[in-house]
Nanobody
């Protein structure tokens, strides 16, 4: 079994910063892409940022220049540094990992339970 556990959400004022962390544990052979997604009330889940095992990153246009994704391959962790937060960043943020649980297993997507980020004065 694979678990993704997020931490770091909370309430922050506009213009503030938060750092989200996610740790993957359990039966893991290799992790390909890790990333963060978010879902605001009444909206579909959307990509925030992803990072490959080689360090290539991809960001949603709405967060470029404000958010930074990073990962530690040795620890199976991925972080999201969020700066200059706006009220429209308010959402539940989910960690995602595309990984192989065993050497010959297919790549599967795993999700964390989500952490609430609220940007409000």
């Amino acid at each position: 079994q694979v678990q993704l556990v997020e931490s770091g959400g909370g309430l922050v004022q506009p213009g503030g910063s938060l750092r989200l962390s996610c740790a993957a544990s359990g039966s893991i052979f290799s992790i390909n892409t890790m990333g963060w997604y978010r879902q605001a009330p009444g909206k579909q889940r959307e990509l925030v940022a992803t990072i490959t095992s080689g360090g290539s990153t991809n960001y949603a246009d709405s967060v470029k220049g404000r958010f930074t994704i990073s990962r530690d391959n040795a620890k199976n962790t991925v972080d999201l540094q969020m700066n200059s937060l706006k009220p429209e960043d308010t959402a539940v943020y989910y960690c995602n990992a595309a990984l192989n649980a065993r050497r010959w297993y297919p790549t599967e997507n795993y999700w964390g339970q989500g952490t609430q980020v609220t940007v409000s004065s």
